[in-house]
Each structure stands twice: as C-alpha cells, then as structure tokens.
C-alpha cells in the first residue's frame, strides 16, 4: 500500500511530539531490542508475557488501550500471532495496517528457515510455521536486521532523533560482537551434537552455534505427541546415540522426563524469550543464560 506525503507526516506529528514515543511490542524479545535502540526516547509496552504459549493467548483490554494509543506496532509477523489480527479489528485503528510508518512486521528481511514445507494443525486446522519457522530472533545475528528495521520505524516517527538511535546500535551491535565469540567459544565442544527438540523454537539458535536437530517430540508444532511416536523416538535416541534433548519451561514435564528417562539423555531448559527467567533480563543476556546451561550440561559431541 502506497501512503501519500501529507498523510505520512500527519501521522508522524500525532506519533510524535517531543516526548517519548509508546512503542507496543508483540514479544519482550522485539521490545528489548526496541529499547536498545530507542533508549529513553522510547516507552515500550509487550503484549505477550515471556512464558506464554506464543500462538495462543488473549489480549486484554488495558493492552488493547495501549495499543489504540501507540505511535508504532513492532510484531513477530509470519504466522506467530494468530492472536493479533483480533485484537487490531477490535481496536480499529487504520494507522497500523501493513505498510503504514506505524506498523512494523521485523520478519521481512530475514532469511527464514523451514519455509520450503507447510505445516497444518490438526486439532485447530490453523498453519502454525506454515510460512516459515517463526522463532527467528533466537539466531543472535538475526538482531542486525532487526534492530536496523526498529532504527528505521523509530527514526521515521521521530526524524530529529535519527542519530540518536544510530548510536545506541552502534553500541548495540559492538556488544552483541564481544558476546558472539564468548558464545561461540563456549559452544565448541557441543559443535555437531545432535539433539532433540521438544517443540520446533530452536532450528536458529542450533544452525547458528553448530547443534544438529535430528527430531521434535511434537511431531507437528502444537499438537502433543502420540505414545506411538514416542515410542518409536525415544527408540531412535537410543540407537543413534542423542544425548541432549531440549525443553522449554513450559513444556510438559512429564513428556520430558519419560523422554529422558527411557532414552539416557540429558533434559535442558532453555529460556526462549527475554524475562523468562530472571537472569535473562535483556537481549544479550538471554543467550547468556542459554549458553552457559548447555555449556554446563556436561554434553560434548
């Protein structure tokens, strides 16, 4: 959709007047590199709490208060928030529409994984990773495009503070380099290790630190698995020697467990998403935290 000048700069002077701008985030993820770059001349509110399941939840009406009232809208885009579509035609707001300066889907310019095979749900019959995987932001690297993407939305709503957010990327991306080589390093001895997954989050997060994803314990994301697949899973770990499985916190303790148990791997938590537990407070320190409980795992390859 094409947007003409006069309309542009309307939005923009409503958007923005001198203060900081609200900023409405569909994850604490996007809104953790929001503030990055948009420092204090930023107010950023998230829809989706860190724990939550990411393609089902419920916006509430102070949520949808704020959004009504934001100058931009940053979202995951793909298929991760079934949810948002209801929530934008029940706060009816024409500025958001795709296209528009006030509305920013930061999974354009990403290459996407797992876009070449379409995936149906088969209790709900909604595609879930149907267009891709959706979990990009766990490849560190993917925050280049990302926070370019923010730079660009903020600095168009906000032109006279374009250098302002420049260099809180800058600074950004400097800390995000010095962080790379100690993740890296750290990862070395698990390069190559074949794992399994127990929901499809991670392809990003293993293709960018060298872990090989032989399996998922939901054979199609959302939908628990059955016995059988089990069964015939936990018979292939065996066999093949995987000694590291990886779960979510929300993931099904039980599942985990039986999966562990009969198979002799190692169960790790890993945090998917900014605030989900308190040592992962912020962008960078996700991966931190993420890294150094697979580093201490006791799993080499």
Known sequence: MLWTLPLFLLWTAVAWAGGPLLVVTTSTDLKSLVEAVGGDKVQVETLAPPLSDPHSMEVKPGQLAKLKA???????????????APAL??????RFASGSPNYLDTSKGIQLLQAET???????GAHVHGLGNTHYWLDPENSRPIT???LEALSRLAPAERGYFEDNRKRFLVRLDERLKDWQRAMTPLKGARVVVFHESWPYFAERFGLVIVAALESTPGVPPSPSYLA????????SGIRLLIAEPYSDASIVKQVATHSGATAVTLIPSVGGDPAASDYLSLFDLNIKRLSQSGIVK
């Open 70 to 84: 934001a100058a931009l809208l940053v979202r995951i885009g793909l298929d991760h928030e079934p949810w948002l």
């Open 89 to 94: 035609r029940t706060v009816n707001e024409p």
């Open 118 to 124: 379409p995936r149906l749900r088969a209790d709900k």
């Open 148 to 150: 370019a993407a923010i």
């Open 232 to 239: 015939t899973l936990i018979q292939k770990m065996r066999d």
